[in-house]
């Protein structure tokens, strides 16, 4: 189906109605706005008519959150992320033209597009946001209004810029972390370095650790960890594996180490050299005890990839990365290519005959795996149709508004695909086949025969 | 019940059926298709853009359209100016709301949505006009309700400067939805499990309500002359349909199905009595349908060759003979107009039940309005002959019968099922059972069938099948190219014994597919 105008994001804005109050203030409400060029009438009425909304739902259900408006030329997210502030992400609905009796009609596709998902997109925005920079109140309680309105609008114009709203799907509902399974040896050599490294640098407070974009190790808390990876994934890990490829993973000039290593800081000092300890972001956690700030270092040696977050009252100096990059570079090439040879092995997992696909979302980890989707940069390379992909959120907003603790839902679609959504003690697991004279006993044992090969260990109800 | 159809045809069919279906290889369960169907069949929701306004033009193609706005012109001013002689205001005295000048106590002067009662009521429904004067709310009075109704005007017209329109708010656990037709806005906030297109279909059921007692063309013509007219005025009596339609649309599956429930009668039964009223009625022209209906199922119908029924419009012929116990104390003559048939004028109907001793009802439906006293004479002719075959004897045995529990069938594994034959637009199911006999119990079971229902007919992706294991029952919806068939299991059934329940029962209906389904199409 072709298209005429693609799902798009139309305004973006964050306001607190607890400013401006006052007629013909109305303006100091709005401490963000998307587009920046929009005129300030059309902010303020924007705004105005979501304060409208959410008043007028409030009549009849208080304390309900108000989560979205539905017109027939766009939809309206609406998110509270802390007392009094709203965000809105106002989407304008794709259309397709189709041929009525001889007659161009312009149709509204509005079912197009899943509230969940794009709720989901909108959320992470804001958990983006605060990793970043804090919570709106915390900016406040330290600076004032002028500051947040500065932070919001630097942090938000690069992040809206490069939003994929178009291919969002089951997984932005998810923002799971693929994890990498290792086997008893490597693992433990992975988390032997962890521990070394944390009792050699005790400033070093959390630790985590990746192969290419798969966790292998955490010592964050899940929630933190699930917004952290989605950093890494999407932006950091993209750009440095792009800058090495065009330098090429050389090793260190420098002469005073005897072996070869790889290992470099994807955040910290460019050169161990200078003085210049190069910039280094600060994140703030929310999980443990309360909201901590930490330096984010991360150093990286062929494919692996370590964290390391150190708290923000210490202070960095060249020597610390010295020091660091002598105990990292050579322990880190050498269990990188471990992995790697191990990879190798078992990259060759057997295929699924029945060509089933499936998505799997554990929510006490955050670990998600998918075979439907092709690779991890979700630009809508899936192996399955879209709207067949669209199903599996549906099922999912149902698991979510009905909350089974145990469930099982199987639809048959129009073309003949089979979908099978199961939900286990906070596991969700999908699964897509394509066949068209099977039937309900048959997808049935299916899916069952791919529980056995894919998750073993892991009991779903029948 | 018994069936006229040879039953060794239909077992050769369903041999070797057994778990095959449902969705392997289709085997020949589809209902009979009838070469006519006296009914439109459904096969979808009414969407949005489906919903808008027929257009004229189209309409006035039609000779026999055009003969039936012709007539009706003149009653259609009747009604403006004279409400007391027109049926729908049969009932001004039962109504509280209606008059401005409420005689209920001025004391509350409070705005009724600060009660916590009519916060929590599980489903709102409100009309007002473009210019946002009340017209109806179904908890509260509409006078205690000004700001709201304000507010909702306000939030239609503000959406709609921008040559948007409002379609629904989604908060967590209430649903606000909005449609907005020609000069008046509907309202619903409900915080049941329904969906939008669901709820959308009911506030057009609601609306179709409204032009039914006004036409749509007295309708546009007031708004088109006073914008700020109080339509509450034309509309005396009409809360009570309304009232009782939305109680239907949360309590039959017809309405949910798009369907019609036949009573259960033999085919050589029921085309006795559908050829007795063609006897008596034949002479007489311009006669659109009879329609006899008895405990809200339908026992016949029978149509002016070229006209058919939609089934939305016999939905409301059904509303009017339920919530009006007048009919039961005389036969009475009162236009109703069809919005689906024609929304643009009234038609003619004589409304009586057949006798004190058999309490099924007889409407007879004409575009003159002159046709009282020969209506009058057929009726009384049709009962007398029935009388004598002694079918008044089958009708009452019939709604007598307290219908088929699931148990009957030999299917343990279903707890209920509801089949839709689609091509006739006819449903049928069994009698609620335990444990959805009681009032909470058949209202989860409407609950879940309303789930199966909106996503297997789910605008952008409908589907074929749909198996859904909940905590309290498991469900199957199955869509094939000639019925639909939704069952309610024991939770932990497996989908085995599923798919062979499914099976009997589709064996079990097409047995006696002649004694529960009306397929044939008789007209005059």
């Given amino acids: 189906m072709a298209h005429d105008s693609i799902l798009s994001l139309k305004y973006f804005y964050i306001f607190n109605s607890n400013y401006g109050q006052k007629e013909g203030e109305e303006a100091q409400k709005i401490l963000y706005f998307y587009p920046p060029q929009t005129d300030l009438d059309t902010q303020i009425k924007n705004v105005g008519l979501t304060e409208a909304i959410i008043k007028f739902t409030d009549t009849f259900n208080s304390y309900q959150k108000c989560e979205s408006l539905h017109t027939l030329k766009t939809r309206q997210l609406y998110f509270q992320p802390e007392e009094g502030f709203w965000m809105v992400q106002v989407l304008t609905v794709p259309t397709v033209t189709k041929v009525k009796e001889g007659v161009d009609h312009l149709e509204y596709q509005s079912d197009e597009i899943q509230d969940n998902i794009y709720w989901s997109v909108l959320e992470q925005v804001y958990r983006s946001f605060s990793l970043f920079n804090g919570t709106f109140s915390k900016i406040l309680e330290e600076s004032d209004l002028t500051k947040l309105r500065y932070k919001l609008a630097s942090y938000l114009s690069k992040y809206l810029a490069k939003i994929r709203l178009q291919h969002a799907d089951i997984l932005d509902v998810f923002h799971g972390i693929q994890f990498l399974p290792l086997d008893k040896k490597t693992f433990l050599h992975v988390q032997t370095l962890v521990n070394l490294l944390e009792c050699s640098f005790p400033r070093v407070q959390h630790t985590a650790f990746l192969y290419n974009d798969q966790l292998v190790w955490s010592g964050l808390e899940p929630d933190d960890m699930q917004v952290l990876y989605r950093y890494l994934v999407s932006s950091l890990l993209p750009a440095q594996m792009e800058c090495e490829l065009q330098g090429g993973p050389m090793p260190r000039q420098s002469t005073s180490f005897s072996a070869l290593h790889y290992g470099r800081f994807a955040s910290g000092p460019t050169n161990l050299q200078n003085t210049d300890i190069g910039k280094i972001p600060k994140v703030h956690l929310r999980g443990g005890a309360g909201s901590a700030v930490c330096h984010l270092v991360i150093y990286r040696a062929l494919s692996a990839t370590i964290c390391m977050l150190i708290d923000e009252a210490v202070s960095l100096e060249i020597e610390f990365f010295q020091r660091l990059d002598v105990f990292l570079g050579q322990r880190l090439t050498k269990l990188a290519s471990e992995i790697a040879e191990q990879c190798s092995h078992s990259s060759s997992t057997v295929p699924v005959e029945s060509g089933a696909k499936f998505v799997y979302y554990n929510q006490l980890n955050r670990a998600q795996k998918s075979t439907v989707h092709l690779d991890n940069r979700r630009n809508g390379n899936i192996s399955v149709p879209p709207d067949v992909l669209k199903i599996l959120a549906d099922l999912n907003a149902d698991f979510m508004d009905r909350k089974p603790s145990t469930g099982e839902t199987i639809v048959k679609t129009m073309n003949d695909y089979w979908v099978v959504g199961k939900l286990s003690n906070l596991r969700e697991f999908y699964v897509v086949i394509h066949q068209k004279n099977a039937n309900l006993i048959e997808i049935n044992e299916e899916v069952k025969k791919l529980c056995d090969s894919q998750f073993k260990s892991i009991f779903f109800n029948e | ?524």
């Fill in chain 2, 1 to 524: 019940m018994a069936s006229s159809r040879n039953e060794d045809d239909v077992d050769d069919k369903g041999e070797n059926a057994e778990g095959k279906h449902p969705e392997g290889n289709l085997l020949n369960f589809e209902p009979e298709t009838p070469v006519e169907s006296m009914l439109v069949p459904t096969d979808n929701f009414d969407s949005f853009e489906q919903e808008a306004p027929p257009d004229p033009t189209a309409l006035q193609g039609d000779d026999n359209l055009a003969e039936c706005q012709k007539i009706t012109r003149n009653s259609s001013e009747t009604v403006a100016e004279d409400p007391e002689k027109n049926g729908t205001s049969r009932s001004m005295s039962e109504l509280s709301l209606v008059s401005d000048d409420s005689s209920e106590p001025q004391h509350v002067d409070e705005e009724v949505s600060n009660n916590a009662e009519w916060r929590s009521q599980e489903k709102h429904v409100f009309i007002l006009s473009s210019a946002g004067k009340p017209i109806y709310s179904r908890h509260g009075s509409e006078d205690k309700l000004v700001t709201l109704f304000g507010v909702m005007q306000a939030l239609v017209s503000f959406i709609g400067d921008d040559g948007d329109t409002v379609r629904s708010i989604h908060t967590h656990g209430t649903l606000f939805v909005f449609l907005i037709k020609g000069p008046i806005i509907l309202a619903c906030v409900c915080k049941t499990r329904e969906s939008v297109s669901q709820i959308t279909v009911q506030l057009n059921y609601v609306y179709s309500q409204i032009v039914s007692v006004l036409t749509l063309e007295q309708l546009t013509r007031i708004y088109e002359q006073r914008r700020n007219y109080d339509l509450r005025r034309l509309l005396a009596g009409a809360e009570r349909l309304v009232d009782h339609l939305l109680i239907a649309l949360e309590t039959q599956p017809a309405l949910l199905l798009g369907a019609v429930q036949c009573l259960p009668l033999t085919s050589t039964t029921r085309d006795a009595i559908t050829n007795t009223i063609v006897s008596c009625c034949n002479k007489i022209k311009n006669l659109v349908f009879a329609i006899l209906v008895g405990g809200n199922q339908l026992v016949t119908l029978i149509r002016m060759r070229k006209f058919i029924l939609h089934p939305a419009d016999l939905h409301l012929i059904l509303n009017l003979v339920n919530s009006s116990e007048s009919f039961k104390a005389a036969e009475s003559w009162t236009p109703i107009c069809l919005p689906k048939f024609n929304s643009r004028g009234f038609l003619h109907a004589h409304v009586s039940y057949l006798a004190e001793d058999c309490q099924a009802c007889l409407l007879l439906l004409t575009v003159d309005p002159d046709l009282f006293f020969p209506l009058s004479e057929a009726k009384q002719k049709i009962v007398e002959k029935l009388r004598r075959a002694s079918l008044l004897q089958s009708i009452n045995a019939a709604l007598a019968h307290p219908g088929t529990p699931v148990s009957q069938l030999g299917v343990p594994e279903a707890r209920h099922f509801l089949y839709k034959c689609k091509a006739t637009a006819q449903f049928w199911g069994p009698v609620p059972a335990p444990p959805y006999q009681t009032s909470e119990g058949a209202k989860r079971l409407l609950d879940q069938y309303r789930v199966l229902h909106h996503r297997l007919h789910a605008p952008s992706q409908p589907l074929k099948l749909l198996y859904l294991q909940d905590h309290a029952e498991t469900m199957l919806g199955w869509i094939t190219t000639g019925f639909e068939l939704y069952v309610a299991f024991e939770p932990l059934v497996t989908k085995a014994n599923a798919i062979g329940a499914v099976n009997k029962i589709l064996r079990w209906i097409k047995k006696d597919e002649n004694g529960l389904f009306i397929t044939n199409a008789p007209t005059f």
